[in-house]
């Protein structure tokens, strides 16, 4: 395994970092943003208000999301996999 093809594997994991943690994380930003609008203009400052919708926003994202999530991480999982066989094989 050359230098270029560890760089490429490395490309690859991140991307499936991005493709796993980003639409958890931009959905508890964006429910964050309104829930900050809300307080500001209601001047309502309680802490529970931020924590709970945003918990609430994570939980469901994966639940919806944990599929994808799965087959994402699988693949890349059996992409590594084959590549250390053929390492080895060589």
């Not at 493709?19 to 809300?38: D, Q």
């Not at 639940?63 to 991480?73: A, E, K, P, W």
């Amino acid at each position: 395994m050359d230098e270029g093809q560890v760089g490429e594997m490395l490309r690859q994991a991140l991307i499936v970092i991005v493709k796993l943690s980003g639409p958890p994380l931009l959905l508890s930003l964006v429910v964050g943003l309104l829930i900050a609008l809300v307080q500001a203009v209601t001047q309502i400052n309680e802490t529970a208000l931020t924590f709970v919708p945003k918990v609430l926003t994570i939980g469901l994202s994966l639940l919806l999301l944990g599929s994808f999530m799965m087959s994402t991480l699988s693949d890349y999982t059996r992409l590594l996999f084959d590549k250390l066989v053929a390492i080895g094989g060589s």
